[in-house]
Every structure is written in structure tokens, then in C-alpha cells.
Nanobody
Framework: QVQLVESGGGLVQAGGSLRLACAAS????MGWFRQAPGKEREFVAA????????YYADSVKGRFTISRDNAKNTVYLQMTSLKPDDTAVYYC??????????????????WGQGTQVTVSS
């Protein structure tokens, strides 16, 4: 069982930055997803258990950075140049047995409770 707790969401103006954190009870392949009202949950970024490889959705590439501190069992999502379209509930997710489908929710076994990010124009 992997427990995940997100933190760091909030309200920010367009162009601003936020850093989300996800404290995990184990070291696994990790992803960040987001879900806006009325929309499906979508992939944002993912990172291997070692931190040696990262993956991003095209919509956030160059603006968001995923990283991890395995000594603290924490995964981060640094978000810069935020846009109103980034407004969503952000979820971190853990994948015990990574099979390559990092952009799909079905790949992940555990989910956090979500943290709200609101970007005002």
C-alpha cells in the first residue's frame, strides 16, 4: 500500500509560479495528473523511481518540471508561466509496476486526494 499526500496548491495570477509536493510512503514510478471541471483527468508529468527520466504533456513542456527527492520520499511539480487553462485539481499517482503507459490513468495503482490550483487572468 502506497499512501500519497499532495500539498502546495493555491490561487496564483497568470504568469506566476507554484510548486506542488507529493509525499509518498514508498519509492515508485510517479505521475502528476490534473482534472478541470467537466473534463477528464489528463496526464501532466511523470518521473521514474530513480529520477533518471521524466516525461511531460505537450501542454506543459518547458513550463513545468517534475523532480523527486528520494531521501524525503517526495515528488515535486514546479509550475511556472501559469495560465488560466492550468486551473484544475492536481493529483499525484504511484505506479508499482511501470509498464510504459505513463500517460494513462490505468497505469497507476494509487492516487492522492488532489490539490486545487487556480490561475486567475
Amino acid at each position: 500500500q502506497v499512501q500519497l499526500v499532495e500539498s502546495g496548491g493555491g490561487l496564483v495570477q497568470a504568469g506566476g509560479s507554484l510548486r506542488l509536493a507529493c509525499a509518498a510512503s514508498g519509492r515508485t514510478f510517479m505521475g502528476w495528473f490534473r482534472q478541470a471541471p467537466g473534463k477528464e483527468r489528463e496526464f501532466v508529468a511523470a518521473i521514474t523511481s530513480s529520477g533518471g527520466a521524466t516525461y511531460y504533456a505537450d501542454s506543459v513542456k518547458g513550463r513545468f518540471t517534475i523532480s523527486r527527492d528520494n531521501a524525503k520520499n517526495t515528488v515535486y511539480l514546479q509550475m511556472t508561466s501559469l495560465k488560466p487553462d492550468d486551473t484544475a485539481v492536481y493529483y499525484c499517482a504511484a505506479d508499482r509496476f511501470y509498464s510504459g503507459d505513463y500517460a494513462y490513468t490505468r497505469e497507476y495503482d494509487y492516487w492522492g486526494q488532489g490539490t486545487q490550483v487556480t490561475v486567475s487572468s
